[in-house]
Protein backbone atom coordinates (compact mmCIF):
# COMPACT_ATOMS: atom_id res chain seq x y z
CA UNK A 1 0.00 0.00 0.00
CA UNK A 2 2.61 2.21 0.68
CA UNK A 3 4.26 1.57 -2.49
CA UNK A 4 1.21 2.09 -4.35
CA UNK A 5 0.68 5.80 -2.55
CA UNK A 6 3.90 6.72 -3.12
CA UNK A 7 3.68 5.98 -6.90
CA UNK A 8 0.39 8.40 -7.26
CA UNK A 9 1.75 10.99 -5.32
CA UNK A 10 4.75 10.84 -7.73
CA UNK A 11 2.06 10.39 -10.66
CA UNK A 12 0.90 14.21 -13.06
CA UNK A 13 -2.16 12.19 -13.25
CA UNK A 14 -3.34 11.40 -9.86
CA UNK A 15 -4.89 14.70 -9.55
CA UNK A 16 -7.14 13.87 -13.17
CA UNK A 17 -7.83 10.17 -11.57
CA UNK A 18 -9.02 10.77 -8.21
CA UNK A 19 -11.47 13.67 -9.33
CA UNK A 20 -12.76 10.90 -12.47
CA UNK A 21 -13.37 8.26 -9.14
CA UNK A 22 -14.95 11.17 -7.26
CA UNK A 23 -17.25 12.12 -9.97
CA UNK A 24 -18.08 8.28 -11.34
CA UNK A 25 -18.62 7.50 -7.55
CA UNK A 26 -20.85 10.44 -7.01
CA UNK A 27 -22.89 9.21 -9.81
CA UNK A 28 -22.90 5.83 -8.72
CA UNK A 29 -24.59 6.61 -5.75
CA UNK A 30 -27.05 8.05 -7.76
CA UNK A 31 -27.28 5.71 -9.92
CA UNK A 32 -28.15 2.62 -7.13
CA UNK A 33 -31.10 4.62 -6.10
CA UNK A 34 -32.26 5.04 -9.69
CA UNK A 35 -31.17 1.07 -9.99
CA UNK A 36 -32.45 -0.07 -7.36
CA UNK A 37 -35.87 1.44 -7.81
CA UNK A 38 -36.34 0.32 -11.18
CA UNK A 39 -35.61 -3.42 -10.48
CA UNK A 40 -37.19 -3.52 -7.02
CA UNK A 41 -40.43 -4.76 -8.76
CA UNK A 42 -41.87 -6.32 -11.73
CA UNK A 43 -42.02 -3.93 -14.91
CA UNK A 44 -45.04 -4.20 -16.53
CA UNK A 45 -44.51 -3.87 -20.42
CA UNK A 46 -47.62 -1.04 -20.71
CA UNK A 47 -45.79 1.46 -18.00
CA UNK A 48 -42.13 0.85 -19.44
CA UNK A 49 -40.90 3.71 -21.96
CA UNK A 50 -38.13 2.80 -24.44
CA UNK A 51 -35.74 5.14 -22.59
CA UNK A 52 -36.52 3.71 -18.91
CA UNK A 53 -34.75 0.56 -20.48
CA UNK A 54 -31.54 2.30 -22.11
CA UNK A 55 -31.30 4.59 -18.02
CA UNK A 56 -31.53 1.23 -16.26
CA UNK A 57 -28.59 -0.36 -18.42
CA UNK A 58 -26.46 2.80 -18.17
CA UNK A 59 -27.13 3.02 -14.18
CA UNK A 60 -25.45 -0.45 -13.79
CA UNK A 61 -23.05 0.00 -16.06
CA UNK A 62 -22.17 3.18 -14.31
CA UNK A 63 -22.79 1.40 -10.65
CA UNK A 64 -19.83 -0.93 -10.79
CA UNK A 65 -17.13 1.29 -12.50
CA UNK A 66 -15.58 2.97 -9.43
CA UNK A 67 -14.76 -0.36 -8.63
CA UNK A 68 -13.01 -1.14 -11.29
CA UNK A 69 -11.20 2.63 -10.98
CA UNK A 70 -9.86 1.93 -7.74
CA UNK A 71 -8.15 -1.64 -8.96
CA UNK A 72 -6.90 0.89 -11.89
CA UNK A 73 -5.42 3.53 -9.64
CA UNK A 74 -3.80 0.82 -7.59
CA UNK A 75 -1.89 -0.76 -10.13
CA UNK A 76 -0.93 2.99 -11.59
CA UNK A 77 0.23 3.59 -8.29
CA UNK A 78 2.74 0.68 -8.14
CA UNK A 79 3.80 0.84 -11.58
CA UNK A 80 4.69 4.90 -10.89
CA UNK A 81 6.19 4.08 -7.74
CA UNK A 82 10.52 5.15 -7.49
CA UNK A 83 12.71 2.45 -7.33
CA UNK A 84 10.05 -0.51 -7.78
CA UNK A 85 11.07 -4.00 -6.84
CA UNK A 86 11.15 -6.68 -9.52
CA UNK A 87 8.15 -7.96 -7.65
CA UNK A 88 6.53 -4.35 -8.00
CA UNK A 89 6.92 -4.49 -11.66
CA UNK A 90 5.08 -8.41 -11.95
CA UNK A 91 2.90 -7.48 -10.04
CA UNK A 92 1.40 -4.11 -10.84
CA UNK A 93 0.32 -4.85 -14.72
CA UNK A 94 -1.11 -8.08 -12.93
CA UNK A 95 -3.25 -5.94 -10.61
CA UNK A 96 -4.20 -3.42 -13.70
CA UNK A 97 -5.11 -6.34 -15.83
CA UNK A 98 -8.12 -6.96 -13.18
CA UNK A 99 -9.94 -4.09 -13.37
CA UNK A 100 -11.77 -4.98 -16.82
CA UNK A 101 -12.41 -8.14 -15.19
CA UNK A 102 -13.45 -6.76 -12.04
CA UNK A 103 -15.98 -4.60 -13.75
CA UNK A 104 -17.12 -7.29 -15.94
CA UNK A 105 -17.83 -9.60 -13.45
CA UNK A 106 -19.61 -6.85 -11.40
CA UNK A 107 -21.53 -5.96 -14.15
CA UNK A 108 -22.54 -9.69 -14.70
CA UNK A 109 -23.84 -10.21 -10.96
CA UNK A 110 -26.19 -6.95 -11.68
CA UNK A 111 -27.42 -8.64 -15.08
CA UNK A 112 -27.86 -12.11 -13.94
CA UNK A 113 -29.45 -11.43 -10.48
CA UNK A 114 -32.68 -12.87 -9.61
CA UNK A 115 -34.02 -9.10 -9.48
CA UNK A 116 -31.30 -7.37 -11.80
CA UNK A 117 -31.67 -6.28 -15.30
CA UNK A 118 -31.54 -9.18 -17.15
CA UNK A 119 -35.00 -10.70 -15.16
CA UNK A 120 -36.87 -7.47 -14.68
CA UNK A 121 -36.50 -5.91 -17.64
CA UNK A 122 -34.84 -7.78 -20.38
CA UNK A 123 -37.53 -10.69 -19.31
CA UNK A 124 -34.87 -13.49 -19.41
CA UNK A 125 -35.68 -17.09 -18.08
CA UNK A 126 -35.28 -17.36 -14.49
CA UNK A 127 -33.97 -21.09 -14.51
CA UNK A 128 -31.40 -20.02 -17.35
CA UNK A 129 -30.22 -16.99 -14.83
CA UNK A 130 -29.66 -19.49 -12.39
CA UNK A 131 -28.02 -21.79 -14.15
CA UNK A 132 -25.72 -19.01 -15.38
CA UNK A 133 -25.67 -17.60 -11.84
CA UNK A 134 -24.26 -20.95 -10.41
CA UNK A 135 -21.17 -21.08 -13.13
CA UNK A 136 -20.33 -17.72 -12.62
CA UNK A 137 -20.33 -17.29 -9.13
CA UNK A 138 -17.22 -20.33 -9.59
CA UNK A 139 -16.02 -19.85 -12.83
CA UNK A 140 -15.58 -15.75 -12.42
CA UNK A 141 -12.92 -15.75 -9.52
CA UNK A 142 -11.18 -18.74 -10.73
CA UNK A 143 -10.87 -16.89 -14.15
CA UNK A 144 -9.47 -13.76 -12.42
CA UNK A 145 -7.51 -15.43 -10.01
CA UNK A 146 -5.52 -17.62 -12.43
CA UNK A 147 -5.44 -14.63 -14.99
CA UNK A 148 -3.40 -12.55 -12.39
CA UNK A 149 -0.88 -15.23 -12.04
CA UNK A 150 -0.51 -15.75 -15.59
CA UNK A 151 0.27 -12.24 -16.21
CA UNK A 152 2.31 -11.89 -13.18
CA UNK A 153 4.16 -14.80 -13.29
CA UNK A 154 4.85 -13.56 -17.31
CA UNK A 155 6.67 -10.38 -16.08
CA UNK A 156 8.28 -11.85 -12.98
CA UNK A 157 10.32 -14.02 -15.27
CA UNK A 158 10.03 -12.64 -18.75
CA UNK A 159 12.38 -14.50 -20.05
CA UNK A 160 11.23 -18.00 -19.26
CA UNK A 161 7.65 -16.52 -20.56
CA UNK A 162 6.12 -17.01 -17.14
CA UNK A 163 7.57 -20.72 -16.66
CA UNK A 164 5.55 -23.19 -14.19
CA UNK A 165 3.57 -20.76 -12.26
CA UNK A 166 2.21 -19.06 -15.27
CA UNK A 167 1.40 -22.12 -17.45
CA UNK A 168 -0.38 -23.52 -13.97
CA UNK A 169 -2.57 -19.95 -14.22
CA UNK A 170 -3.63 -21.05 -17.65
CA UNK A 171 -3.93 -24.64 -17.04
CA UNK A 172 -6.07 -23.63 -14.51
CA UNK A 173 -8.42 -21.38 -16.40
CA UNK A 174 -8.52 -23.48 -19.38
CA UNK A 175 -9.76 -26.56 -17.13
CA UNK A 176 -12.28 -23.98 -15.60
CA UNK A 177 -13.74 -23.20 -18.89
CA UNK A 178 -13.77 -26.74 -19.93
CA UNK A 179 -15.78 -27.87 -16.68
CA UNK A 180 -17.91 -24.89 -17.15
CA UNK A 181 -18.90 -25.71 -20.73
CA UNK A 182 -19.65 -29.23 -19.93
CA UNK A 183 -22.02 -28.58 -17.00
CA UNK A 184 -23.88 -26.20 -18.57
CA UNK A 185 -24.04 -28.57 -21.88
CA UNK A 186 -25.43 -31.08 -19.57
CA UNK A 187 -27.96 -29.07 -17.47
CA UNK A 188 -29.99 -29.23 -21.27
CA UNK A 189 -31.42 -25.82 -20.99
CA UNK A 190 -29.49 -24.36 -24.02
CA UNK A 191 -30.46 -27.59 -26.49
CA UNK A 192 -33.64 -25.16 -28.14
CA UNK A 193 -31.13 -22.79 -29.36
CA UNK A 194 -28.88 -24.10 -31.70
CA UNK A 195 -26.79 -20.71 -32.19
CA UNK A 196 -25.63 -20.82 -28.13
CA UNK A 197 -25.29 -24.85 -28.09
CA UNK A 198 -22.54 -24.22 -31.08
CA UNK A 199 -20.67 -21.41 -29.19
CA UNK A 200 -20.60 -23.68 -25.82
CA UNK A 201 -19.84 -26.54 -27.49
CA UNK A 202 -16.59 -24.42 -29.89
CA UNK A 203 -15.97 -22.92 -26.25
CA UNK A 204 -15.28 -26.60 -24.38
CA UNK A 205 -13.50 -27.94 -27.46
CA UNK A 206 -11.41 -24.98 -27.66
CA UNK A 207 -10.34 -24.80 -23.37
CA UNK A 208 -9.45 -28.96 -24.26
CA UNK A 209 -7.40 -27.46 -26.81
CA UNK A 210 -5.39 -25.19 -24.75
CA UNK A 211 -4.91 -28.18 -22.27
CA UNK A 212 -3.25 -30.22 -25.00
CA UNK A 213 -1.10 -27.12 -25.76
CA UNK A 214 -0.18 -26.70 -22.21
CA UNK A 215 0.99 -30.24 -22.09
CA UNK A 216 2.87 -30.09 -25.24
CA UNK A 217 4.60 -27.16 -23.72
CA UNK A 218 3.35 -24.83 -26.12
CA UNK A 219 2.72 -22.20 -23.56
CA UNK A 220 2.48 -18.79 -25.46
CA UNK A 221 -0.22 -20.48 -27.55
CA UNK A 222 -2.26 -21.50 -24.71
CA UNK A 223 -2.57 -18.28 -23.48
CA UNK A 224 -3.19 -16.86 -26.73
CA UNK A 225 -6.39 -19.26 -27.90
CA UNK A 226 -7.37 -18.24 -24.06
CA UNK A 227 -7.10 -14.96 -24.34
CA UNK A 228 -9.26 -14.85 -27.69
CA UNK A 229 -11.85 -17.45 -26.23
CA UNK A 230 -12.35 -14.59 -23.15
CA UNK A 231 -12.42 -11.71 -25.85
CA UNK A 232 -14.83 -13.45 -28.26
CA UNK A 233 -17.25 -14.16 -25.05
CA UNK A 234 -16.89 -10.69 -23.97
CA UNK A 235 -17.62 -9.76 -27.31
CA UNK A 236 -20.73 -11.94 -28.00
CA UNK A 237 -21.62 -11.09 -24.57
CA UNK A 238 -21.90 -7.54 -25.08
CA UNK A 239 -23.36 -7.85 -28.54
CA UNK A 240 -26.38 -10.07 -26.76
CA UNK A 241 -26.87 -7.45 -24.50
CA UNK A 242 -27.28 -4.69 -26.36
CA UNK A 243 -29.54 -6.64 -29.34
CA UNK A 244 -31.84 -7.31 -26.20
CA UNK A 245 -32.23 -4.10 -25.30
CA UNK A 246 -33.18 -2.58 -28.79
CA UNK A 247 -35.78 -5.77 -29.12
CA UNK A 248 -36.88 -4.38 -25.52
CA UNK A 249 -36.90 -0.99 -26.83
CA UNK A 250 -38.68 -1.43 -30.37
CA UNK A 251 -41.23 -3.61 -28.30
CA UNK A 252 -41.93 -1.06 -25.50
CA UNK A 253 -41.87 1.55 -28.72
CA UNK A 254 -44.52 -1.03 -30.56
CA UNK A 255 -47.03 -1.88 -27.61
CA UNK A 256 -47.19 2.28 -26.81
CA UNK A 257 -47.82 3.06 -29.68
CA UNK A 258 -49.87 0.49 -30.87
CA UNK A 259 -52.11 1.14 -27.26
CA UNK A 260 -52.28 5.04 -28.49
CA UNK A 261 -53.84 4.36 -31.84
CA UNK A 262 -56.08 2.09 -30.77
CA UNK A 263 -57.72 4.08 -28.22
CA UNK A 264 -57.61 7.42 -30.60
CA UNK A 265 -59.62 4.93 -32.87
CA UNK A 266 -61.78 3.28 -30.39
CA UNK A 267 -62.45 7.13 -29.21
CA UNK A 268 -63.48 8.16 -32.70
CA UNK A 269 -65.64 5.69 -32.99
CA UNK A 270 -67.44 6.07 -29.72
CA UNK A 271 -67.88 9.65 -31.26
CA UNK A 272 -69.18 8.27 -34.59
CA UNK A 273 -66.39 9.75 -36.66
CA UNK A 274 -63.90 7.90 -38.87
CA UNK A 275 -60.19 7.34 -38.31
CA UNK A 276 -58.42 6.33 -41.59
CA UNK A 277 -55.60 8.55 -40.47
CA UNK A 278 -54.77 6.20 -37.09
CA UNK A 279 -55.59 3.35 -38.59
CA UNK A 280 -52.61 4.01 -41.07
CA UNK A 281 -50.68 4.78 -37.64
CA UNK A 282 -51.89 1.43 -36.34
CA UNK A 283 -50.25 -0.72 -39.49
CA UNK A 284 -47.27 1.26 -39.13
CA UNK A 285 -46.77 0.34 -35.72
CA UNK A 286 -47.66 -3.23 -36.12
CA UNK A 287 -45.15 -3.64 -39.42
CA UNK A 288 -42.75 -2.33 -36.76
CA UNK A 289 -42.38 -6.08 -34.89
CA UNK A 290 -41.73 -8.43 -37.71
CA UNK A 291 -39.21 -5.44 -39.60
CA UNK A 292 -37.83 -4.21 -35.91
CA UNK A 293 -36.88 -8.21 -35.03
CA UNK A 294 -35.42 -8.93 -38.61
CA UNK A 295 -33.39 -5.63 -38.60
CA UNK A 296 -31.98 -6.21 -34.72
CA UNK A 297 -30.92 -10.09 -35.61
CA UNK A 298 -29.33 -8.87 -38.93
CA UNK A 299 -27.42 -6.26 -37.05
CA UNK A 300 -26.68 -8.34 -34.13
CA UNK A 301 -25.43 -11.36 -36.77
CA UNK A 302 -23.57 -9.15 -39.16
CA UNK A 303 -21.70 -7.21 -35.81
CA UNK A 304 -20.77 -11.05 -33.92
CA UNK A 305 -19.24 -12.26 -37.48
CA UNK A 306 -17.05 -9.09 -37.92
CA UNK A 307 -15.87 -8.89 -33.90
CA UNK A 308 -15.09 -12.87 -33.83
CA UNK A 309 -13.10 -12.28 -37.04
CA UNK A 310 -10.82 -9.52 -35.98
CA UNK A 311 -10.40 -11.31 -32.68
CA UNK A 312 -9.33 -14.71 -34.77
CA UNK A 313 -7.78 -13.55 -37.46
CA UNK A 314 -4.58 -13.22 -36.26
CA UNK A 315 -4.59 -16.36 -34.17
CA UNK A 316 -5.51 -18.81 -36.61
CA UNK A 317 -4.19 -18.55 -40.03
CA UNK A 318 -6.16 -20.71 -41.93
CA UNK A 319 -8.87 -17.55 -42.03
CA UNK A 320 -7.13 -15.55 -44.27
CA UNK A 321 -7.00 -18.37 -46.62
CA UNK A 322 -9.23 -16.27 -48.99
CA UNK A 323 -6.96 -13.52 -49.31
CA UNK A 324 -4.26 -15.62 -50.80
CA UNK A 325 -6.41 -16.11 -53.92
CA UNK A 326 -5.72 -12.97 -56.91
CA UNK A 327 -8.12 -12.48 -58.88
CA UNK A 328 -7.15 -9.22 -60.58
CA UNK A 329 -5.66 -6.22 -60.46
CA UNK A 330 -6.31 -2.51 -60.44
CA UNK A 331 -4.19 0.72 -60.48
CA UNK A 332 -4.59 1.88 -56.64
CA UNK A 333 -5.59 6.04 -57.22
CA UNK A 334 -4.85 6.39 -53.50
CA UNK A 335 -0.57 5.60 -54.65
CA UNK A 336 0.80 8.14 -56.15
CA UNK A 337 3.51 5.74 -57.53
CA UNK A 338 0.48 4.27 -59.52
CA UNK A 339 1.17 0.93 -57.76
CA UNK A 340 -1.35 -1.84 -58.57
CA UNK A 341 -3.94 -3.34 -55.80
CA UNK A 342 -4.36 -6.27 -55.68
CA UNK A 343 -8.86 -7.81 -55.72
CA UNK A 344 -8.87 -11.18 -54.09
CA UNK A 345 -11.18 -13.72 -53.29
CA UNK A 346 -11.81 -12.64 -50.21
CA UNK A 347 -12.42 -8.84 -51.19
CA UNK A 348 -15.23 -10.15 -53.64
CA UNK A 349 -16.91 -12.49 -50.86
CA UNK A 350 -17.10 -9.61 -48.35
CA UNK A 351 -18.39 -7.16 -51.29
CA UNK A 352 -21.41 -9.84 -51.84
CA UNK A 353 -22.19 -10.22 -48.11
CA UNK A 354 -21.97 -6.48 -47.76
CA UNK A 355 -24.44 -6.33 -51.17
CA UNK A 356 -26.80 -8.39 -49.01
CA UNK A 357 -26.87 -6.97 -46.10
CA UNK A 358 -27.24 -3.29 -47.35
CA UNK A 359 -30.93 -5.55 -49.01
CA UNK A 360 -31.55 -6.45 -46.30
CA UNK A 361 -31.34 -3.70 -44.09
CA UNK A 362 -33.13 -1.09 -46.61
CA UNK A 363 -35.74 -3.08 -47.18
CA UNK A 364 -36.54 -3.18 -43.22
CA UNK A 365 -35.51 0.28 -42.53
CA UNK A 366 -37.87 2.38 -43.48
CA UNK A 367 -40.81 0.85 -41.05
CA UNK A 368 -38.40 1.33 -38.25
CA UNK A 369 -37.57 5.17 -39.33
CA UNK A 370 -40.93 5.58 -39.46
CA UNK A 371 -42.20 4.42 -35.78
CA UNK A 372 -39.27 6.17 -34.33
CA UNK A 373 -40.21 9.18 -35.57
CA UNK A 374 -44.26 8.68 -34.38
CA UNK A 375 -42.38 7.93 -30.86
CA UNK A 376 -40.14 10.76 -31.03
CA UNK A 377 -40.99 13.77 -32.84
CA UNK A 378 -44.37 13.08 -33.85
CA UNK A 379 -43.89 13.84 -37.06
CA UNK A 380 -46.88 13.19 -39.43
CA UNK A 381 -47.49 10.37 -41.92
CA UNK A 382 -46.12 12.27 -45.15
CA UNK A 383 -43.20 13.59 -42.91
CA UNK A 384 -42.23 9.77 -41.95
CA UNK A 385 -42.71 8.34 -45.03
CA UNK A 386 -40.20 11.10 -46.60
CA UNK A 387 -37.64 10.46 -43.92
CA UNK A 388 -38.05 6.41 -44.34
CA UNK A 389 -37.69 6.68 -47.93
CA UNK A 390 -34.70 8.84 -48.01
CA UNK A 391 -32.89 6.60 -45.45
CA UNK A 392 -33.30 3.49 -47.97
CA UNK A 393 -31.95 5.68 -50.62
CA UNK A 394 -28.72 6.50 -47.92
CA UNK A 395 -28.40 2.99 -46.43
CA UNK A 396 -28.45 1.55 -50.45
CA UNK A 397 -25.82 4.51 -51.57
CA UNK A 398 -23.67 3.71 -49.00
CA UNK A 399 -23.87 0.04 -49.56
CA UNK A 400 -23.28 0.29 -53.30
CA UNK A 401 -20.49 2.76 -52.82
CA UNK A 402 -18.63 -0.14 -50.40
CA UNK A 403 -19.01 -2.67 -52.51
CA UNK A 404 -17.68 -1.03 -55.69
CA UNK A 405 -14.77 -0.07 -53.61
CA UNK A 406 -14.17 -3.09 -52.52
CA UNK A 407 -13.68 -5.06 -56.05
CA UNK A 408 -11.51 -2.06 -58.00
CA UNK A 409 -14.07 0.13 -59.03
CA UNK A 410 -12.03 3.49 -58.79
CA UNK A 411 -14.96 6.47 -60.40
CA UNK A 412 -11.75 8.82 -60.78
CA UNK A 413 -10.18 5.92 -63.42
CA UNK A 414 -13.81 5.33 -65.31
CA UNK A 415 -15.19 9.62 -65.67
CA UNK A 416 -15.29 8.75 -69.44
CA UNK A 417 -17.66 5.91 -68.67
CA UNK A 418 -19.49 8.20 -66.34
CA UNK A 419 -19.43 11.09 -68.99
CA UNK A 420 -20.78 8.41 -71.70
CA UNK A 421 -23.37 7.36 -69.06
CA UNK A 422 -24.85 11.03 -68.90
CA UNK A 423 -25.34 11.35 -72.47
CA UNK A 424 -26.94 8.07 -72.63
CA UNK A 425 -29.20 8.85 -70.07
CA UNK A 426 -29.86 12.48 -71.56
CA UNK A 427 -31.21 10.67 -74.91
CA UNK A 428 -32.46 7.25 -73.65
CA UNK A 429 -33.21 7.56 -69.72
CA UNK A 430 -34.40 10.95 -69.33
CA UNK A 431 -37.82 10.06 -67.96
CA UNK A 432 -36.76 7.72 -66.01
CA UNK A 433 -34.24 9.82 -64.32
CA UNK A 434 -36.57 12.80 -64.86
CA UNK A 435 -39.05 10.86 -62.69
CA UNK A 436 -36.76 9.84 -60.22
CA UNK A 437 -35.28 13.72 -59.62
CA UNK A 438 -38.85 14.28 -59.32
CA UNK A 439 -39.32 11.77 -57.13
CA UNK A 440 -36.63 13.66 -54.74
CA UNK A 441 -38.12 16.91 -55.15
CA UNK A 442 -41.41 15.89 -53.96
CA UNK A 443 -39.84 14.32 -50.82
CA UNK A 444 -37.91 17.14 -50.07
CA UNK A 445 -40.37 19.83 -51.01
CA UNK A 446 -43.39 17.91 -50.46
CA UNK A 447 -46.01 19.63 -52.13
CA UNK A 448 -47.98 15.83 -52.17
CA UNK A 449 -47.52 14.25 -49.00
CA UNK A 450 -48.57 10.52 -48.24
CA UNK A 451 -52.63 11.11 -47.36
CA UNK A 452 -53.27 14.34 -49.42
CA UNK A 453 -56.33 14.14 -51.78
CA UNK A 454 -54.86 15.53 -54.91
CA UNK A 455 -56.53 15.69 -58.62
CA UNK A 456 -54.07 14.81 -61.58
CA UNK A 457 -56.07 15.42 -64.83
CA UNK A 458 -58.99 13.38 -64.74
CA UNK A 459 -57.91 11.43 -61.56
CA UNK A 460 -59.04 12.14 -58.01
CA UNK A 461 -57.82 10.42 -55.20
CA UNK A 462 -55.84 9.93 -51.94
CA UNK A 463 -51.82 9.66 -52.34
CA UNK A 464 -50.71 5.95 -50.71
CA UNK A 465 -47.08 5.99 -51.77
CA UNK A 466 -44.93 7.84 -53.16
CA UNK A 467 -42.28 5.43 -55.39
CA UNK A 468 -38.47 6.63 -56.95
CA UNK A 469 -40.65 6.46 -60.66
CA UNK A 470 -44.15 7.29 -59.92
CA UNK A 471 -46.59 7.81 -57.54
CA UNK A 472 -49.35 5.54 -56.70
CA UNK A 473 -53.12 7.04 -56.14
CA UNK A 474 -56.09 5.55 -54.74
CA UNK A 475 -59.00 7.05 -56.12
CA UNK A 476 -62.75 6.90 -54.80
CA UNK A 477 -63.37 4.24 -56.56
CA UNK A 478 -60.96 2.06 -54.82
CA UNK A 479 -58.49 1.59 -57.74
CA UNK A 480 -54.75 2.22 -58.24
CA UNK A 481 -53.45 4.90 -60.71
CA UNK A 482 -49.33 5.14 -60.99
CA UNK A 483 -48.35 9.16 -62.02
CA UNK A 484 -45.24 9.35 -63.24
CA UNK A 485 -43.29 11.60 -60.43
CA UNK A 486 -42.37 14.06 -63.64
CA UNK A 487 -46.16 14.59 -63.84
CA UNK A 488 -46.58 15.90 -60.57
CA UNK A 489 -44.21 18.35 -60.92
CA UNK A 490 -44.31 19.82 -64.51
CA UNK A 491 -48.09 19.03 -64.60
CA UNK A 492 -50.95 21.11 -62.75
CA UNK A 493 -51.91 19.10 -60.27
CA UNK A 494 -54.83 20.14 -57.13
CA UNK A 495 -54.25 19.45 -53.72
CA UNK A 496 -57.39 19.44 -51.85
CA UNK A 497 -55.40 18.62 -48.47
CA UNK A 498 -51.95 20.69 -48.37
CA UNK A 499 -52.20 23.17 -45.90
CA UNK A 500 -55.76 22.40 -44.76
CA UNK A 501 -57.18 19.11 -44.05
CA UNK A 502 -60.53 20.37 -44.67
CA UNK A 503 -61.89 19.50 -48.79
CA UNK A 504 -64.88 21.14 -49.66
CA UNK A 505 -67.75 18.39 -50.69
CA UNK A 506 -70.83 20.40 -52.75
CA UNK A 507 -74.06 18.63 -53.69
CA UNK A 508 -75.94 19.73 -56.51
CA UNK A 509 -79.73 19.58 -55.99
CA UNK A 510 -82.86 20.51 -58.10
CA UNK A 511 -86.47 21.60 -56.90
CA UNK A 512 -89.84 22.16 -58.80
CA UNK A 513 -90.55 25.60 -59.51
CA UNK A 514 -93.22 25.86 -57.04
CA UNK A 515 -91.04 24.55 -53.83
CA UNK A 516 -90.15 26.88 -51.43
CA UNK A 517 -86.34 27.66 -52.03
CA UNK A 518 -85.88 28.50 -48.39
CA UNK A 519 -87.17 25.74 -46.99
CA UNK A 520 -85.26 23.60 -49.48
CA UNK A 521 -81.54 25.02 -48.33
CA UNK A 522 -82.84 24.89 -44.76
CA UNK A 523 -83.08 21.17 -45.16
CA UNK A 524 -80.19 20.88 -47.16
CA UNK A 525 -78.20 22.09 -44.34
CA UNK A 526 -79.89 20.34 -41.77
CA UNK A 527 -79.18 17.01 -43.60
CA UNK A 528 -75.76 17.34 -43.96
CA UNK A 529 -75.44 18.34 -40.02
CA UNK A 530 -76.89 14.82 -39.44
CA UNK A 531 -73.64 13.60 -40.70
CA UNK A 532 -70.94 12.68 -39.14
CA UNK A 533 -68.09 13.18 -41.64
CA UNK A 534 -68.92 16.57 -41.78
CA UNK A 535 -67.19 19.22 -40.14
CA UNK A 536 -69.26 21.65 -37.94
CA UNK A 537 -66.35 24.62 -38.71
CA UNK A 538 -66.69 26.19 -41.32
CA UNK A 539 -70.53 24.97 -40.70
CA UNK A 540 -72.83 23.73 -44.01
CA UNK A 541 -75.04 26.15 -46.23
CA UNK A 542 -76.95 25.95 -49.07
CA UNK A 543 -76.94 28.58 -51.78
CA UNK A 544 -79.46 29.24 -54.73
CA UNK A 545 -77.64 28.87 -58.14
CA UNK A 546 -79.79 29.30 -61.36
CA UNK A 547 -83.20 28.84 -62.73
CA UNK A 548 -82.99 25.45 -64.48
CA UNK A 549 -85.33 24.16 -67.42
CA UNK A 550 -87.36 22.33 -65.53
CA UNK A 551 -86.38 23.38 -62.01
CA UNK A 552 -84.62 25.63 -59.31
CA UNK A 553 -81.04 24.45 -58.85
CA UNK A 554 -79.53 24.70 -55.72
CA UNK A 555 -76.04 23.80 -53.93
CA UNK A 556 -75.17 22.65 -50.98
CA UNK A 557 -71.53 23.02 -49.47
CA UNK A 558 -70.00 21.44 -46.40
CA UNK A 559 -66.04 20.27 -45.20
CA UNK A 560 -64.97 17.31 -44.41
CA UNK A 561 -61.77 16.72 -43.03
CA UNK A 562 -61.39 12.43 -44.69
CA UNK A 563 -62.91 9.90 -46.55
CA UNK A 564 -64.45 12.63 -49.01
CA UNK A 565 -65.99 9.81 -51.13
CA UNK A 566 -67.64 8.03 -48.34
CA UNK A 567 -69.51 11.87 -47.09
CA UNK A 568 -70.28 12.60 -50.54
CA UNK A 569 -72.14 9.20 -50.86
CA UNK A 570 -73.58 9.91 -47.72
CA UNK A 571 -74.70 13.46 -48.03
CA UNK A 572 -76.39 11.97 -51.79
CA UNK A 573 -78.31 9.38 -49.43
CA UNK A 574 -79.49 11.74 -46.82
Known amino acids: PMQAAGGLRASPWTMNWLIALFVVSVLAAHSRRKYEGVVSKPQPLF ?111 IAAGGSALGAL ?95 EVQALKEEGEHALEELDDLDYV ?122 GWDWSRVQWLVAALGVGIGFGLQEIVANFISGLIILFERPIRVGDIVTVGNTSGTVKKIRSRATIIETFEMKEHLVPNKALITGEVTNWSLSEEAVRVMISVGIAYDDDPD ?11 EVDLVLDEPEPFATFDEFGDNGLLLSLRCYVAENRAQAWTTLRSV
Not at 48 to 76: C, E, N, Y
Not at 123 to 147: Q, Y
Not at 253 to 259: A, G, K, W
Request: net charge positive.
Open 286 to 407: VSLSDAGAKMVALVQLVISVVALWLIWEPTLPALNLLDTVQLWQVVDSSNAAGALKVISLFDVVLAVLILLVTGLVAKHLPSIVQVVLMEWADADAGVRYASGILSQYLVVGIGLSATLSLI
Open 519 to 529: LAMRLLVDAAR
Open 169 to 263: GTFVAAAAVVVAMVRLLRSRLFYDNAMVKIIIQLAAILGVTAVILQAQGFFIAADVYLLSLAESFFAIASIKVISDVLKRCLLVMQLRLERIARS
Open 47 to 157: SLRASHIVLTAAWAMLLVLPWALVVQLIGKGLSNSESPSQFQVAIAPAIAYLAPVVYVLLFLRLLLDENGLGRRLLKWSAVVLERLRSEVRWLGPVLAFSGFISVFASNLD
